[in-house]
Structures are given as C-alpha cells and as structure tokens.
C-alpha cells in the first residue's frame, strides 16, 4: 500500500495544502501523476507531489494521523506530466505570487493534461493509419492484390483512408504482405513557407548580437527604434543557440503578432518550430505540447502561457515587445512572463533578450542600474528617417467641418494622397464597435452591463450592445427600458464607425478592419494580415492589435484617429500607454523605401505623452514620466501589490476590507504605504461587489511574509474572497 500526498483541483487559498490518501491498486503511481479521488463527496482530480510505501493498514494511519484517510479512485496517467525543472518553477511562480500551486501547474499544462474533472472532456492522442509493404510476394494473389501491393511497394508508405479497396487491403494484411502503422497526428496546420532569404547584417546589428555573445550577464535589454531590425537579431541569435544543441523560446504578446514571428522563424528553421498560444484548439494544444515535451522541436514560438513549454535545455528566451502588458496575466495566478522567464533562464543557466522599441518603466530603469544588460538599435534599416509626424489639435475647429467631424482637413488630404499614389494606410482607434455608449435623451438612462455597471457599447454589424469586460450581450433596443423613449443617443465611436466613415468619403477605397470582434474567428487574424500584406486593400483599421510588431513595406501613412483614449483612465501606467501605442504605430509608416507620414488627432496636444510619442523621443519620455513616477512613489521606484475584496453583501465586503486595512497598518506601519479602500474601475462583477487595497513598499519578503499569513487568516470566510496580485498593472 503507498500513501499519496496530492493537491485537489480547486484553486481556494484554504485547499492549497497536500491532501493524504492511500493507494492499494496494481497501477504504477508517482510525483506529477494525476489521479481521480472522492473529496467532499465529489469525484474530482489530484496531482500527487508525493509517494511512499507503507506496511501500515489504514486503520493504523488513521490512527496516527487523526483523520479517515480515504482511497484513490484511479490513477489516470502513467507518466510525470511535468520534468523536474517545471515542477521546481512552479513552486518559485507560486512563492512569488502568492498563488496557489494548483492555479499555477492548471496554467502550466493544455486542457487535456490539465489537473482538473474537464480534461475528460478534453482531446486525445490523434493518429494517422499508414499501410507500410512489410513482405513483397505476389504468389496466390489476386490481380487486384497484385496492383495494391506493388501501389504500396512504390510508394513507400500510404495512408489507410485514402484507400477505397479496404476488402483487398485485408486480404493484404491477413497474409502479412503489409501492415498499419499508427501515427501521431499533428492537427495544427503549420503553413509552409520558401525558405527566408538571410539579410546582410548592419553594423548596428551585428555590435548588438556580438555584445549580447560576448557577455556573461543573464538579462539584456534591447532597445530598437521600430523597424530598426530587432526580429533579424532575434533570428540570428536563435540560430546560433541552435547550432549549440539549445532550445529557444520566443514570446510575443499578442496572437495577432504571432503570424508574423510564426512565418519568420518557419521560414527560417521548418520543423524544428512549435507554436504555443491561446487561440489554438485543445487538441491543436495537446499536440504541440506532446511535440515539445517530446525533444522533436527546439524552438517555441507563442503567447504568455508558452513561457511554460516544456523545452529542455534551454539556452535563450526572448520576448519581443516586452513592454506589453499582455504579458501579465490578469487572472489568478497572476504571473508576469518576463519575471517567469528570468526565473526559468536562472534555472538552465540560459539568457533572456527582451526587445523593444517603448520599453517598459521597469525594464529601463533595471537597464539604467545595470541590473539588465543595456543594448541599442539607434537607426532604421537602411537609415530609413523616421515619419514625419503632425499633430492635429481637434478642439481647434479650423481643422474640422461638417463633412466629417471624426477625421479633420489634414488625415482627409493625406488619405487622399495615399490612395492616388497606390500606397497603404493604416487608421488606429484604441477602441472596437460603432458607439461606446448607448443613452436615453428623455429620462438619462444610460445602458449598462448588469454583471459588471459599465456602459454597453454599440455594435452596429451585429446589432448587438457588448460588454468589453465581461463579453456580456444583449440586443440593440429601439426604446429606452425605462421611459419607453425612441430618442436614444449614440456617443463615441470606433473602429466599426471608422469603416463606415472611411467608406463615405472615400468610396473606392478597399477595407479591412482587425479588433477582437473581426478576429473571433481565430483564422482570421493570419489570413487579414497577410491580405494587407498582398495589398489586398489600401487601408487597415483597428485597434491595438495593428500598431506594434508588423511590417507592411506599402504602408505610408498612419493615421491616430483619437489619441486622447486611454489618458484619462484612473492608472498611474495611462501617459506611459498612451506614448508606447502612438509611438508603435507611428513606427507601422515608411518601413521600406518609401517615406511615411503620420497623423495624430488630438483634443490634448501639448500633452506631453503625445508630443513626446510624435517625436519618436523615449529618451525624454522616460526622464519626464520617471520624474511623475517619483514623486509619487510608483513603480520602479516601489513595489505593488494589491489586495481585492469581494463578496455578494456589499455591507460584508465593507466591514472586512476596513478589517484587513487595520490589520495591515499594524503589520507594516514601517514597511509600506497602504491606500484604500477604493472602488475599482469595475466595482461590481459576477454578482460580487468589490473593494480594493494597494500596497506600495521597497522591501519585498517582509510585505510577502504578512500576506501570506492574511491569505491563511481569511482562507475559512465564505463570506468574502480575498485575492492577492503581486505587481498588479490595474486597480
């Protein structure tokens, strides 16, 4: 009999300890196995982290240990599902963010290795059916016999399906002529791309990737002016690493980029590529993961959760865009990429590159100190000149008229030009649909989400209002709910009212528009890129998603429809945003030959985010926006962590958060400044009213070491639910 330490499925901070039961069955049983128990009369999904034998009898153990020890039910796998390295990372994730090791191995592995009930549900091993000749004698066969076995004599090998004589085929495999050979299917369809022709280096490059070689620091940051050739040193590299028996990962943060680091390196490196992200199907998951674990591709390409491929021998991590705060999950565990992948490097004695044209606050300032290797790319391919740029003032009305109040006298001219030309342009709005709110003239009502109090927005090709938070939907109505009034206003626009406006003034000109609403479809995002690519239109409209890490070579004027969007969030990190969205997609303009131009509309022009982004000038950013940060003891002069109360009674929540804000300003009256509690942005989500608390401090462990004991202190409330985010982005 063996007694099994496990972990049960459910992430609550009062279950994050090991469960004992005991194993009596015949099946081989190991740490990393996952097997099925009965835990509070509920059959639900351990991971063992532990093993031993015993000669006790139960009654014994029960007897030593204090508690009715239960039975495994059964042990699903036969095999570790993570190495020793992942596992030991996924203690040091959990540490760091005080998480729970459950929540963080579920984010570590695809669905259908996942510890929890719904992998059953979850995709399997897919096989392919080969028919291979296994002995070639024509003797006794028929003529039809004849043709098929001298067809898979010829060919080599044939896939069973596709063929149709399958009584002939069994007579083959009955007199063991041939035989069937399974498998495993790749059900992700890696496009196949000609080889990529290598580009003669520049110097500029060539330093950087000779200086990265030469170094024995762990951490380097690569700061690029956009399109000054970062992805190139990333290919060089990589190839490097390889030519050593290494493995490389690349991150980037976005799928819409992942097509376009996807064809880089495929073109590049062939089979020896996996792909990693979000997007993907759970069998598409599960088979890269299996090919990954499996040592048949030595590079990963993919999204945030990539960062835990199980990749051995890893000598080089990347992460392109690094500033981007997709790389830190919003959700428990709440985990950063960048802080993973350093911890990951440590462990395989590997480098992390992380590459930016904006980087973040942080990794600068780390970079200033000296605690990341600091490298540069100061021009464009080329010597390219940066587009010239011209901030349009929108609150001046010489620059608008009534013929369209979204784009002014400039954006229309030089649109205009572009398409004369035959050339590309890009149009940004930071934000998706027709109208961001929907509001009643007559009584005031304005149209919320009812799980979170935010206003609806307005989506006119479905005829839907949307939820941006939470995904909510509900029908577009003609009446306002509350008066019964036909006079419902329509304020803000974006990207889909963009479309439409572009289609007024300019109607011969073709169109695509990628947001997360035209991207739902997750083939799509690939096939509108490289439609733009192919010049299969003159002008791309969208959010975020189009401004940072493509390369349209025809593509000579970017258009900031409304810059202002984003700055009067309540976010200490809004100017910083602001300057990296402008200042990427600015940088999409006069990437190859031809020179590029940009226009940034505005109601706030001599803001200093957007006067900064115009001139493509970081360097001045960073000292201004450092100097903000200061004074209000905000990162990277301090540390955050925020701690967020939530439960059904709002009065209960109220109580508690007061409750746990006089406990922290007993426990750390020397160690951090504590704020709140505040109303978050969302104050109310999934029938639970929320409250927040911010800590900012200097010193690490200490404030780690009271929040842990918090956690523990409040795990048994089912009144409340506590959660804990280290180095939050929002609250």
């Known amino acids: 009999m063996k007694i099994v330490e496990l972990l049960i499925e459910h992430h609550n901070y009062s279950l994050n300890r090991p469960f004992s039961y005991v194993y009596k069955g015949n099946k081989s049983i190991d740490k990393g196995y996952r097997v099925l128990v009965t835990f509070n009369n509920q059959e639900l999904v351990g991971y063992v982290l ?31 599902l993570l190495s020793e390295d992942l596992m030991e990372l996924a203690d040091k994730v959990s540490d760091y963010y005080l998480a729970t090791k459950i929540s963080v191995l579920q984010s570590m592995l695809p669905p259908s290795l996942s510890p929890r009930r719904s992998f059953l549900k979850a995709p399997k091993i897919a096989y392919d059916q080969y028919i291979e000749l296994e002995k070639y004698d024509e003797e006794d066969l028929t003529y039809k016999q004849i043709e098929l076995l001298r067809l898979i004599r010829d060919e080599g090998r044939i896939l069973k399906k596709e063929i149709k004589q399958v009584s002939i085929l069994n007579k083959l495999i009955e007199k063991k002529l041939v035989k069937i050979v399974k498998e495993e299917k790749r059900r992700l369809e890696i496009p196949e791309y000609e080889n990529s022709e290598k580009v003669t280096l520049t110097s500029d490059q060539i330093n950087v990737i000779n200086e990265f070689k030469n170094s024995d620091d762990q951490v380097y940051l690569l700061e690029g002016v956009t399109g000054s050739g970062k992805s190139e040193v990333y290919l060089t590299l990589s190839e490097e690493y390889l030519s050593k028996g290494k493995s490389v990962l690349v991150l980037v943060p976005e799928i819409s980029l992942t097509p376009m680091m996807m064809r880089n390196y495929i073109s590049r490196f062939h089979d020896k590529v996996a792909i990693l992200h979000s997007e993907l199907t759970p069998a598409e998951k599960y088979d890269e993961y299996r090919k990954i674990a499996s040592g048949d591709c030595k590079i990963v390409v993919g999204a945030r959760s990539a960062i835990f491929a199980p990749l051995s021998d890893i000598g080089l991590i990347i992460l392109d865009e690094e500033h981007v705060e997709s790389y830190k999950q919003d959700v428990p565990p709440f985990y950063h990429a960048r802080e993973v992948a350093i911890m990951r490097a440590e462990m395989h004695h590997a480098k992390v590159l992380l590459g930016s044209a904006t980087p973040s606050l942080e990794s600068r300032a780390r970079a200033g100190k000296g605690v ?92 839907m209002l949307k939820c941006h938070h939470c ?57 509108i890129v490289e439609a733009f690519r192919r010049k299969e239109a003159d002008i791309l409209i969208g959010t975020q998603m189009i401004a940072k890490g493509h390369d349209f070579p025809d593509v000579t004027l970017v258009g900031i429809v409304m810059a202002d969007i984003g700055l009067s969030l309540p976010s200490y990190r809004s100017s910083e945003r602001v300057f990296q969205l402008i200042t990427q997609a600015v940088g999409r303009s006069g990437r190859s030959d031809k020179k590029g131009e940009a226009i940034i509309q505005t109601y706030s022009p001599s803001h200093y985010a957007i006067t900064m982004a115009a001139r493509q000038d970081y360097e001045l950013f960073y000292k201004r926006e450092m100097e903000s940060r200061k004074a209000q003891s905000f990162p990277p002069y301090t540390f955050l962590a925020s701690v967020t109360v939530s439960g059904k009674v709002e009065d209960t929540v109220i109580d508690n958060v007061y409750r746990l804000i006089d406990k922290l300003n007993e426990d750390l009256k020397d160690e951090a400044i504590i704020l709140g509690p505040t109303t978050p942005f969302v104050p109310y989500e999934n029938n639970n009213h929320i409250r927040l608390i911010l800590l900012k401090y200097r010193h690490m462990e200490k404030v780690r070491e009271v929040l842990r004991k918090l956690v523990k202190a409040n795990a048994q409330k089912g009144s409340i639910a506590l959660s804990i985010n280290i180095d939050p982005y929002n609250f």
């Open 471 to 527: 995904n909510y939907v509900e029908p577009s109505m003609d009446n306002c709910p509350m008066c019964g009034s036909k006079y419902l206003m329509r304020s803000g626009f974006g990207t889909e009212r963009i479309e439409e406006e572009v289609h007024k003034l300019f109607p011969s000109a073709r169109t695509l528009r990628l947001d997360s609403d035209s991207a739902k479809i997750r083939t799509k995002i690939p096939s």
């Open 50 to 80: 532990n093993v031993k034998d015993t000669t006790k009898s139960v009654s014994e153990l029960e007897e030593e240990l204090g508690f009715t020890v239960s039975e495994i039910v059964d042990v699903i796998d036969s095999s570790p």
């Open 372 to 463: 990341y290797h600091f490298l540069r790319l100061e021009k464009r391919i080329n010597n390219q000149p940066l587009p010239k740029t011209t901030i349009v003032n929108l609150g001046d009305y010489h620059n608008i008229d009534k013929e369209s109040y979204i784009f002014s006298f400039k954006l229309r001219e030089q649109l205009k030009k572009t398409l004369t030309n035959h050339n590309q342009a890009i149009l940004l709005i930071n934000r998706r649909g027709f109208a961001s709110s929907v509001s009643c003239r007559s009584c005031g009502y304005i149209f919320k989400c009812p799980t979170c109090s935010i206003p609806l927005t307005y989506h006119r090709s479905d005829l």
